[in-house]
């Protein structure tokens, strides 16, 4: 029942930040993970960063001291502040939700880190 809607993928260059944006509606309980997925071309699905509630959060060692997960519970959005992006971190970025109600996906947004 949860709707998850992404945005602020786009283009950038090595170095440079973007911060994406995953906007839930529907029935959100109290307890629930909130996380940001990635998948590259011909690679699987890997983790990214989540934040749970009680705001715990948790990252991949790949984007550790480079990405920020975070949450405005009011508006029922969780970010992801990336900075010093490199070409590796090239992917479709999927937000996660999972709560008592079930899981939900995000539609995706590519990032594109080139110069």
């Known amino acids: 029942q949860v709707q998850l809607v992404e945005s602020g993928g786009g283009l950038v260059t090595p170095g440079g930040s973007l911060r994406l944006s995953c906007a839930a509606s529907?029935?959100?309980?109290?307890?629930?993970?909130m996380g940001w997925y990635r998948q590259a071309p011909g690679k699987q699905r890997e983790f990214v960063a989540r934040i749970t509630n009680r705001g715990s959060t948790n990252y991949a060692d790949s984007v550790q001291g480079r990405f920020t997960i975070s949450r405005d519970s009011a508006k029922n959005t969780v970010y992801l502040q990336m900075s010093r992006l490199k070409p590796d971190d090239t992917a479709v970025y999927y937000c996660n939700y999972k709560g008592p109600s079930g899981e939900s996906w995000g539609q995706g947004t590519q990032v594109t880190v080139t110069s």
């Open positions: 529907g029935r959100i309980f109290s307890i629930y993970v």
